[in-house]
Each structure stands twice: as C-alpha cells, then as structure tokens.
C-alpha cells in the first residue's frame, strides 16, 4: 500500500504521531510530506501552495490512501491534483479549531476553521483522538456555519461526517527497562508549552501558596519555550529558586529521566485535545492532576481529576504532599499504548 501523509504544520506531537505511526505500520510504502510549524495564518492557508511549488512531483506519483492532518487544505490540494482525489483521504485531527481557544491580541482564526472543515469535507474517513476532540468539532462547526451570511442550513453538511468519523489515539510507545524509573513523591512537573492556552498562572500562584504555607515539594519546569513567553514564569522563577531543581526545555534523556522520577504531573490547561505530555509523565509513575474539563474526563478517573479551579487545585495538591494516605494507586496506562491500538490503525489505512 502507498500512502502520502501530509504535516502542513508539523508541531512536536504532529511529529511524534507520525513517525511512530510509520514505525507500527505493516505493509506500507511511506512518502511524507511536512512544513515547519511556523507562522501558523499563512502556513494553515498557504500549505497547498508551497507543496505545488516545492513538490510538485511527489504530489503526482500515485498512491492508495492519502494521510493529512487536520491543517492540510486537503480540498485545495485535491483540486490542484486530481488523481489524488480517487485515493482513500483519511484527515487526522490532533486538534480543531473550532475548540482552540483565542488569546485577548488575536483575530478570530475564520480561515483556520474553514480549512479544518473543508479538509473534513474532502475526505472519506474523518479521525480524532479524543471523543472530546470529535464533539467539539461538530459543535462548533455548528455554530460557525450558523453565523454565515446565507443563514445555511447547518446541520445538513455535518450530518454525513459524524458517520464518518472514528476515534483513534495518539498511542505511546510501550516503556523499555531503561525509561523506568523511582518516582519521587514531592517532585512536581511541568512539560506543557509556555503558552497563554496551558494556564501557567492558575499553576504558579498555587504553588507560590503552597510554598508560603511550608508545605515541602521539588519543582521541574520542562516543555517548549517560545521568544513570546507569559510574564508569570519570570515572576515564578524567583518566588519558587528553592524548590526548582530544573527550569526550560532539557536534552532528551534529561528530560526523560526528570518524567521518570517524577511523583506528579500537573495540568492547568485551558486547551487539550489529548496531551501527551500529561500522558507520558504518568506511564513513567508520575500521578497525573488534571482538570476536570476538556478531554480529561474520558481519560482518567475521577481520583486525578480536581474541579478545574485554583482553590480545588490547591487542596488535592496540599493533600497528596502533606499526608500519602490521600495519593491514589499508580495510573495503568497500557490502554494508552500502541499495542492496543495497532490493528485498529492498520485497519483504517486498508479500509476501502
């Protein structure tokens, strides 16, 4: 089987998804093509484009099942190449658009939302990796095209994608001896992007509380740094220099022995669609503490989750550092891992 899989904006777990795919894949002839995840306006708009101009003649080669994610302008790019319409076209959605939330100095994102529907129209098979992910798309595809100027009949373009659609996870790699580790019960992590959409400030000013309290913990500040990054990092770095132990993006097998002693692994996020990072922690023994909105609910039990607040974020961490009769059992995450979800992959590249 020949299969061109398409990264129009090829993020740290647009990669990971992709080149594990591959690895897990039996029967299969890969060609692949991507961009830097970059100027996000003009790359979601421009990425057929730049494919036409750049690769032109891989675009033209014949193939079984064309893989795009969910900012591939798959409608445009099919129009540019027909004969790439007559191959299966399975979009995989990360995330959506529709559900991303906008900072205070951003214009609404209207073409992002038309690409990511457009996509989903040009296809055959529509995949997401949460339910949450799936729901919020055709919920907010909903109300997008309630807004348009010919007041179009909403639920008619939608109805045949909802049969279309499947959920498939971003799967793990299952663990090798190496990546076990002793997690330590007061050490904290943050492997989320230092982004305005992770809420760091809900995280910070709780354990800027916490530390003014006495309560003893470790601190480990990972994830992906940006030029632009939110001003309570700064202000965190100093109020907390006596519990940091590691602070900003670390080389891989630092980093992966910072998640392997890890005792918990926080999110405050206002945004995700999966998280990999929350995901990874927790299948090296870190108890993952998330909120409980989003994707969380369908992923973890209710003894990881707090009411999404400061104040219920404050007392479950207070808890579990001050009194380990309150720390719930290790998390199995073997449902997580490619194991589990291989033939399910396998099945929806051969579908016809």
Same mark, same amino acid.
């Given at each position: 089987m020949?299969?061109?899989?398409?990264?129009?904006?090829?993020?740290?777990?647009?990669?990971?998804?992709?080149n594990s795919?591959m690895?897990?894949?039996e029967?299969?002839?890969?060609?692949?093509?991507?961009?830097?995840p970059?100027?996000?306006?003009w790359?979601?708009?421009?990425?057929?484009?730049?494919?036409?101009?750049?690769?032109?003649?891989?675009?033209?080669?014949?193939y079984?099942?064309?893989?795009a994610?969910?900012?591939?302008?798959?409608?445009?790019?099919?129009?540019?190449?027909?004969?790439?319409?007559r191959?299966?076209?399975?979009?995989?959605?990360?995330?959506n658009?529709?559900?991303? #939330?906008?900072?205070?100095?951003?214009?609404?994102?209207?073409?992002?939302?038309m690409?990511n529907l457009?996509?989903?129209?040009?296809?055959?098979?529509?995949v997401?990796?949460?339910?949450?992910?799936?729901?919020?798309?055709?919920?907010g595809a909903?109300?997008?095209?309630k807004?348009? #100027?010919?007041? @179009?009949?909403?639920?008619? #373009?939608?109805?045949?994608?909802?049969s279309?659609?499947?959920?498939?996870?971003?799967p793990?790699?299952?663990?090798?001896?190496?990546?076990?580790?002793?997690?330590h019960?007061?050490?904290?992590?943050?492997?989320h992007?230092?982004?305005?959409?992770?809420? #760091?400030e809900?995280?910070f000013?709780v354990l800027?509380?916490?530390?003014?309290?006495?309560?003893?913990?470790?601190?480990?500040?990972l994830?992906?740094?940006?030029?632009?990054?939110p001003?309570i990092f700064?202000?965190?770095?100093k109020?907390l220099?006596r519990?940091i132990?590691a602070?900003?993006?670390?080389?891989?097998?630092?980093?992966?022995?910072? @998640?392997?002693?890890?005792?918990i692994?926080?999110?405050t996020?206002?945004?995700?669609?999966?998280?990999?990072?929350?995901m990874?922690?927790a299948?090296r023994?870190?108890l993952p503490?998330v909120?409980?909105?989003l994707?969380?609910?369908?992923?973890?039990p209710?003894?990881?989750r707090?009411?999404?607040?400061p104040?219920g974020?404050?007392q479950?961490?207070?808890?579990?550092?001050?009194?380990?009769?309150?720390?719930p059992?290790?998390l199995?995450?073997?449902?997580?891992?490619?194991?589990?979800?291989?033939?399910?992959y396998q099945?929806?590249l051969?579908?016809?």
């Open positions: 020949r299969v061109l899989l398409l990264s129009a904006y090829e993020a740290v777990s647009h990669r990971y998804w992709a795919l690895a897990n894949s029967g299969v002839t890969w060609q692949t093509l991507s961009l830097p970059r100027h996000f306006a790359r979601i708009r421009g990425n057929p484009l730049s494919w036409w101009l750049k690769e032109h003649e891989t675009l033209s080669q014949p079984d099942a064309v893989l994610t969910s900012m591939v302008d798959l409608a445009t790019l099919v129009g540019l190449f027909p004969h790439l319409g191959a299966r076209k399975i979009v995989y959605f990360h995330e658009q529709f559900a991303y #939330p906008e900072s205070s100095d951003q214009m609404p994102q209207v073409e992002a939302k690409v457009y996509a989903a129209l040009a296809a055959d098979t529509l997401f990796n949460t339910a949450y992910n799936r729901d919020s798309f055709f919920e909903r109300v997008f095209l807004k348009m #100027p010919e007041n @179009l009949p909403a639920a008619k #373009p939608l109805e045949g994608l909802r279309r659609a499947r959920i498939l996870p971003v793990l790699a299952p663990l090798s001896n190496i990546d076990a580790g002793q997690p019960p007061r050490r904290i992590v943050w492997n992007r230092w982004e305005y959409d992770k809420n #760091p809900d995280f000013n800027m509380a916490l530390s003014e309290q006495g309560v003893a913990f470790e601190l480990a500040v994830g992906q740094r940006f030029r632009k990054v001003a700064a202000s965190a770095e109020a220099a519990h132990i602070w900003g993006p670390q080389p891989e097998s630092d980093y992966r022995e910072l @998640l392997a002693t890890a005792g692994v926080v999110s996020t206002w945004h995700e669609f999966q998280g990999l990072a929350i990874e922690a299948q023994g870190a503490l909120p409980d909105r994707c969380f609910p369908e992923l973890y209710d003894e990881y707090y009411d999404g607040t104040e974020l404050y479950r961490l207070h808890a579990w550092l001050s009194d380990p009769e309150t720390r059992l290790g199995k995450t073997e449902k997580w891992e490619w194991p589990a979800w291989r033939a399910a099945d929806i051969a579908e016809r």
